[in-house]
């Protein structure tokens, strides 16, 4: 049973995002907060939360300090009655990472959870954290005040899609394989029994292949055409134009990833590799790069332009 007057209240600390205000309200329950009086805080936060966590994110805890010292958070709240009667449409300080990562091309991290209600004056830690990939060569994330309306549409876009328990509209199905483009994840973890299997599947993998559907899904109705769904998308939405040649560079690499004999695609990455004088590891930081930089272009289009967005769909090729 709810008990009345109970507040639950959430936040995250962020590393890599400013705010030129003091409080971004998205919505009735989810702020963008910056105070002096965040520094430092959690006072008592032990770093040993990140690495006693199971999955060691790519060493993220590395990050510990910048979230500490960080002046800006990410809040949510919500009511023990909210809780016990819509769990599932609760506010989540991940809604408003998400929107960030729509909106902003920079990088940033979101970790250290603190979660608390206002009859206990001992709050909880959490050790979650997250990478989200975006601009090396940018500063950090930027929030003016004349974009605070556009995030919070944005936000309320994710908010909406996430929570309304239709995991199998197109929106909740783009938005999660758009999340998997731009977020930093550990390999896949694959055992049987106590024999691990994650080598075979590396994180260089798992962005190819979570690129690929992402652009998949949002070019093509049934996966046959990505090339005339590029042509089509770009006929449309002229102020947000998708390059052919790189996307096709991300699927030349899927067909590396998933088949055993890719004469074809080798050949014709062996061919750009020359034509561009990259090295791998030059080539895998221009794919990256191709494959958020795209991914939120496009993610904010659609949001953007629902009408845009409506005639495409229906006219984009099979």
Known sequence: MSEDGLIYT???KTYHIEIESGEIQLSRAAWIEKSDKFKNQPGNFDPYFFHSFEDPQFGLSRFDKQLVESVVRLKTIHT?????????????????????????????????ETFENNRNANPGYGPYISFFIGDKEAGPVYIPKQEESRLMHIYNFVYSTLTSLSWESDDAR???LFVRCVLRTPSQRFAVLKLSLEHL???????????????????TKESHNYSKGIQKWNEIFTFAQIDDESIDKVFRYRH???H????KAIKVIDEWKMKIGFDDLKISELIRKVIWSTAKNCMLAVIENDALYKRFQSEKPD
């Open 80 to 112: 023990a009655k909210e809780g016990d009667e819509t769990p599932f449409q609760l506010h989540d300080c991940s809604h408003i990472a998400i929107a960030l990562s729509i909106l902003y091309k920079p990088w940033f991290v979101v970790g250290i």
């Open 10 to 12: 959430t936040t995250f």
């Open 201 to 219: 599947f590396s994180e260089w993998h798992a962005t190819i292949l979570n690129a690929a559907l992402f652009f998949e899904f949002l070019l």
């Open 174 to 176: 783009l938005l999660l």
């Open 256 to 258: 590396l990833v998933a």
């Open 260 to 263: 055993s004999n890719p004469t």
